[in-house]
């Protein structure tokens, strides 16, 4: 089970600390509980405020506890494998993580700067001699290897192909 919301230690990077009144109140696996003292921002900038607002909780033992759902609530996409974790906001990378084999718990790296680029822009160009609409059609057809006619219109009619020159949904069918 993931944490509901991010839940911070003190020495955490955060920003903008603010007195929690009342604070929230957190059951331990124990059935002990504790209670939050402040609430903070996670010091991720480039996130949306809401994506970032956390509670500050000076007796959690086991560290902060990061919250995938509500990233990804506000925008983010978080890529999992078996040993790695990737979390992204607008194609940027905006954290990583390990997933640690004695813990069994994931560690996630919060950056000193501003996010990188997750993906670069790629092209592909191919050179065909004259086609007419007709060839060119075929060709991209071919070059997707070749989708069912209306997977594919849609496809089109939803902005995928738009590098695709003279490429409407209208001239394939």
């Known amino acids: 089970m993931g ?64 919250s995938i759902g509500l990233l990804c609530n506000h925008g983010c996409t978080a890529l999992f494998n078996a040993s790695t974790i990737t979390i992204k906001y607008k194609d940027c990378i905006v954290l990583t993580s390990t997933w640690l084999l004695i813990t069994r718990l994931w560690n996630l790296n919060v950056p000193a700067d501003t996010p990188k680029i997750a993906s670069t822009t790629s092209t592909a160009n191919a050179v065909i001699y004259n086609p007419n609409l007709a060839e060119r059609i075929a060709f991209y057809h071919a070059s997707m290897f070749s989708p069912a006619l209306s997977t594919w219109c849609a496809a089109i009619d939803a902005g995928h192909f738009t590098s695709w020159p003279k490429l409407m949904s209208a001239q394939v069918l």
């Open 3 to 66: 944490a509901t919301g991010h839940f911070v230690i003190t020495d955490a990077p955060f920003t903008n600390k603010r007195a929690a009144i009342p604070g929230i109140t957190a059951q331990l696996p124990d059935g002990g509980t504790i209670q939050s003292t402040h609430t903070c921002s996670l010091a991720l900038p480039f996130l949306p405020a809401a994506a970032r607002e956390a509670h500050i909780f000076p007796f959690l033992a086991s560290g902060s506890l990061i």
